[in-house]
């Protein structure tokens, strides 16, 4: 069982930046692929960036450029850095941890951290 904790969220101004974190329990996080998603209102929970057990990344187009998934296996931590923000990109961000092959599964969830960039 691993449980998720996302922090940093919150308002900024269009072309800021912000850094989420999410803290993980349990001693397995290292096996975990672990990813970033995103909700907007009215919208459908979409990919935002994931990094695998070897630290390899991948980013939707939205996020390519300008957002930088991390982890920290010693933290049981995943970061996700987010520069030149755009009103678009407001939404409820959440961490997640799963494995499996690409298209990976997310078996655990974080509660959310909202992202509001204002214009």
């Known amino acids: 069982q691993v449980q998720l904790v996302e922090s940093g969220g919150g308002l900024v101004q269009a072309g800021g930046s912000l850094r989420l974190s999410c803290a993980a329990s349990?001693?397995?996080?290292?096996?975990?692929?672990l990813g970033w998603f995103r909700q907007a209102p009215g919208k459908e929970r979409e990919s935002v960036a994931h990094?695998?057990?070897?630290?390899?990344?991948s980013y939707a187009d939205s996020a390519k450029g300008r957002f930088t998934i991390s982890r920290d296996n010693a933290k049981n931590s995943v970061y996700l850095y987010m520069n030149s923000l755009k009103p678009e990109d407001t939404a409820v961000y959440y961490c997640?941890?799963?494995?499996?092959?690409?298209?990976?599964?997310?078996?655990?969830w974080g509660q959310g951290t909202q992202v509001t960039v204002s214009s």
């Open positions: 990094i695998t057990q070897s630290g390899s990344t």
């Open positions: 997640a941890a799963g494995g499996g092959n690409y298209p990976y599964q997310y078996y655990y």
């Open positions: 349990g001693r397995t996080f290292r096996m975990y692929v």
